[in-house]
């Protein structure tokens, strides 16, 4: 097993674009197609990046219309983090003629959109996931192969929960940010699962403890970012922060008290009540969701 504090050779971060010398992550390592994947941590930004990355054909296997199916919440596990009445109350004051939500999923957030009047737009990757949420929306759904027929057509666009996927996380952010008129709106959020937090710490905790053996589960989180590398990641494309608000949310940890449960997830609930008192200490380094709004330059 490499030392988990062996030094990597100088690379380039994909978070915050900064050339610095690279360390192996306390994270545990992933067995992905074959491989072992190990977390490289960025010494500027503190974010973490699978290496070696997963390509795109590879990564392009586990996002069907199957993830969005498995990905509904069970009876015990708070299901999507993600706060929609906070884009909702967003569009409200924005007034937009026309919606999109970058990497949309099933399609729940698009039903919600045109419900109040709003005309929304969905993009993803897979042909038939495409199609399911078209289906279960009622919009427009498109594929990214075909973000240049619409470009310069959106007054506001959200990606939510959709950048910690990508391998080339600015690529994916700029071409969100080409959907957008002049004056328009980003509107962002997902999780700050490198920030520091007791939560992560046990995490850590754990992976030495398993003398850093991998895990046989698909890497789709391919980045673990903080705070700072969030901020540094929308700075590199461009944009004005307008915005940028943290918060310790239960997730992946059961929300309630799981009665009759597994010891397992009666530890994450404890664990997890007691990172979110604790980030209240220093919420920007230790929470570890992000709500974001920004304009990209006129």
């Given amino acids: 097993m490499p030392s988990l504090r062996a030094d990597l050779p100088l690379s ?9 010398r690279r360390s192996i992550s306390t994270r545990r390592p992933v067995r992905f197609a074959g491989r072992v994947r190990r977390y490289t941590r960025c010494t500027a930004c503190g974010s973490r990046s ?3 990355m997963p390509s795109e054909a590879e990564l392009a296997i586990l996002y069907g219309a199957e993830y969005n199916d498995d990905a509904e919440p069970g009876p015990s596990i708070e299901g999507d983090p993600r706060a929609d009445d906070w884009l909702l109350d967003s569009l409200a004051i924005a007034r937009p003629d026309r919606f999109v939500d970058f990497g949309c999923g099933g399609g729940s957030l698009l039903a919600k959109v045109a419900a109040t009047g709003v005309e929304a737009l969905g993009f993803d990757l897979d042909s038939r996931g495409v199609a399911a949420a078209s289906s279960a929306s009622g919009c427009a759904v498109y594929m990214l192969a075909s973000i240049r027929d619409h470009q310069a057509s959106a007054d506001v666009v959200h990606i939510g929960d959709v950048l910690e996927h990508a391998p080339f996380p600015e690529h994916v952010l700029r071409q969100a940010c080409s959907l957008l008129r002049p004056g328009g709106t980003v509107l962002a959020q997902g999780p700050l699962e490198a920030n520091l937090s007791v939560f992560n710490a046990a995490l850590s905790v754990a992976a030495l403890a398993r003398r850093g053996r991998p895990v046989n ?3 789709y989180h391919v980045h673990l970012v903080t705070a700072r590398g969030q901020l540094a990641l929308f700075a590199r494309v461009g944009l004005t922060t307008e915005e940028f608000d943290v918060s310790d949310v239960a997730w992946p940890a059961p929300a309630q008290w799981p009665r009759a449960a597994s010891s397992r997830l009666l530890g994450l609930f404890l664990l997890r009540r007691l990172s979110t008192a604790v980030s209240r200490l220093a919420p ?8 974001y709004r920004g304009r990209p330059p006129v």
């Fill in 217 to 219: 589960l698909p890497p």
């Fill in 12 to 20: 380039r971060c994909a978070i915050c674009d900064s050339v610095t």
């Fill in 50 to 52: 699978l290496n070696p």
């Fill in 284 to 291: 920007n380094r230790m929470s570890n969701r992000f709500r």
